[in-house]
């Protein structure tokens, strides 16, 4: 069966331009290369640091920002090379909830129109059952019918996500991209809004595209995971192995460092040495040799591809070369 959503090999390049001619310098290599499936009715969970190049990820899937290189695929169909009107029939299915419930609500509309407005830009409905299905979306959120008539000024973060998932939810969509939905909110409203999503996940049976820098939400609500580190995914794995047992050396560093410490994950936090490296000049080699406890010469000048070492367990480290030789030394001729 083909996946929901299949991304291969997806990068995406910002080219530096300096000078009277503006001509190109450099490049950021925001995302460089990254391949992940999602099914229909699962939760993939992006991790990582800011600038890793999850929030780009997420952009250049939706076809808001234009892919470098590589495919992204929507029911078996190619979305990445699509505009105009393509584009826009493929929208229904592929929604977004943003990060700011503040700014990406049009403070000048009401929240009836708001959560209508895809309605009415795809849908020929009469007036009367837009306004019957923007009440039933306003509802499916948790919020009351009067919403409808209020202005985004008049509701908290919360309800201001509520009203921008409600908004998603108005075409039927098939997959959700959601780019850090609760990290602008208040720390007790963050878990209503995530079991929201998880109980319309479903409710709807949709999928959606985590992306988060917050570990313990993205473990809450996730299927899988994908951890992210320069541009590249470094470990991808069902949650339950990656959250008990992570084989990439930055992934033990990164649950190490997450502050409620469970009795199954390291009591002692590995304090990575120095910042994350600027993706203009990512290192040579594995990009995580410049903090790596463990890194080995081959480290410095070979780059480990992000591969199967377990039944649904990647992962790009060379300390896990051997556990893929083995695999495969295994299987009989
Ligand atoms: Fe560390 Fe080397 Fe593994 Fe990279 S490949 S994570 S540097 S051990
Ligand atoms: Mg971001």
């Not at 994350?276 to 903090?291: D, L, M, Q, W």
């Amino acid at each position: 069966e083909t996946p929901l959503l299949e991304v291969e090999n997806l990068k995406k390049h910002f080219p530096i331009r300096k000078g009277l001619f503006s001509q190109v310098v450099g490049q950021v290599y925001a995302v460089d290369g990254i391949s992940f499936s999602v099914a229909s009715n699962e939760t993939l969970g992006i991790v990582g640091e800011s600038g890793c190049g999850k929030s780009t990820a997420g952009k250049a899937i939706l076809n808001l920002i234009k892919p470098t290189d590589g495919q992204v695929r929507l029911e078996g169909q190619r979305i990445d090379n699509l505009s105009g009107a393509k584009m826009r029939a493929v929208r229904k299915q592929l929604q977004v909830v943003f990060q700011d419930p503040y700014s990406s609500l049009n403070p000048r509309l009401r929240v009836g129109e708001i959560v209508g407005e895809p309605i009415l830009n795809f849908d020929s409905r009469s007036r009367h059952s837009r306004e019957e299905r923007v009440v039933e979306l306003l509802e499916k959120v948790g919020l009351p019918a009067e919403a409808a008539k209020k202005y985004p000024y008049e509701f908290s973060g919360g309800q201001r996500q509520r009203i921008g998932i409600a908004r998603a939810l108005a075409l039927d969509p098939k997959m959700i991209v959601c780019d850090e939905p609760v990290s602008a909110l208040d720390v007790s409203v963050q878990a209503q809004v995530v079991n929201l999503l998880m109980d319309l996940q479903q409710d709807l049976k949709l999928s959606y595209l985590f992306v988060a820098h917050d570990l313990a939400v993205v473990e809450h609500i996730s299927h899988r995971v994908a951890v992210m580190y320069l541009g590249k995914i470094v470990e991808l794995s069902d949650k339950h192995s990656l959250f008990s047992g992570p084989l990439h050396p930055y992934t033990e560093a990164l649950l190490s460092a997450v502050p409620q410490p469970s009795p199954r994950r390291k009591p002692d936090r590995i304090v990575l040495k120095g910042d994350v490296p600027s993706p203009i000049n990512p290192p040579k080699g594995c990009r995580f040799h410049t903090r790596c406890p463990y890194a080995f010469d081959r480290c410095y000048v070979e780059e480990p591809p992000l591969r199967e070492v377990q039944p649904g367990r990647q992962v790009a480290c060379h300390l896990h070369d051997e556990t893929e030789e083995t695999k495969s030394s295994s299987v009989p001729l």
